[in-house]
């Protein structure tokens, strides 16, 4: 396993790059629920290809966003650099290394002339067992116009929001809907935390998917709201309304 730990020393200027290398997180966080937490924090910045955190002892408290663009890095790095995560302060710098690098490291890499070799031979075995009749027909191109999505590629629209029948007047709780069935406390408090003001973050239990988020006052309620009106929680575009009191 390569040591993409390593290398990420202090005072070594580093260029920006799509992949930012985060480290002092809470060790105690399983791994499942931290990857998906950095996923609903960052994605606010922009497209993440990736969250990369591992169970080994050396790469504990340390993680690896990997965005589509530079710029969502940048944006991402300068505004959540200690930000409290976990009860404790994120330090954030741009990965030493590549993507590739870090692919080393979770055992998927290949090298891209060995890929690319591969395909075309996986690709000739593929036409080699085509029917007949389908060879005929003309060659199968994966992805191409009117193909069919694997059912993983189709993106999960959610449970239908439920819009109030008269929204209510401008006041500190906001009523957020359509979460993810598997939010939690946790990821709203982080993602809410960032605007003044916050008190309290309660989801309601026997209704997966609804929330509701306390401020101090109505005007920091509405900051929150108008930043984060239509933010994407994996593939769940949040609703947020004024709660009716």
């Not at 239908?160 to 946790?186: C, G, S, Y």
């Not at 309660?202 to 309620?221: C, L």
Request: proline share 7%; no cysteine.
């Amino acid at each position: 396993m390569a040591d993409i730990s390593q290398g990420q020393g202090q005072g070594e200027e580093i260029p920006p790059n799509m992949t930012l290398y985060i480290n002092n997180l809470n060790e105690k966080i399983k791994i499942d629920p931290l990857k998906k937490s950095l996923h609903a924090v960052f994605s606010q910045f922009g497209k993440i290809l990736d969250v990369l955190a591992f169970k080994t002892l050396k790469h504990k408290g340390q993680a690896w966003v990997v965005f589509e663009d530079a710029s969502s890095a940048t944006n991402a790095l300068r505004r959540m650099q200690g930000f409290p995560f976990y009860d404790k302060e994120m330090r954030i710098q741009y990965a030493k290394t590549k993507s590739d690098i870090i692919a080393k490291a979770d055992g998927t890499f290949v090298p891209r002339e060995k890929r690319k070799r591969h395909e075309e031979k996986g690709g000739k075995k593929r036409k080699e067992q085509l029917d007949p009749n389908q060879a005929a027909a003309g060659p199968a191109y994966a992805g191409a116009y009117g193909a069919t999505p694997p059912l993983s590629q189709l993106p999960y629209l959610g449970a239908r929001p439920i819009v109030p029948e008269a929204p209510a007047p401008p006041n500190n709780i906001l009523f957020i809907q359509n979460l993810p069935h598997d939010a939690t406390t946790m990821m709203l408090q982080m993602l809410f935390n960032q605007y003044p003001g916050l008190k309290d973050v309660r989801m309601v239990e026997t209704k997966p998917g609804i929330a509701f988020v306390e401020y101090e006052n109505e005007m920091q309620s509405t900051v929150a709201m108008q930043a984060l009106q239509g933010f994407k929680m994996q593939q769940n575009q949040m609703l947020i309304t004024y709660a009716k009191k």
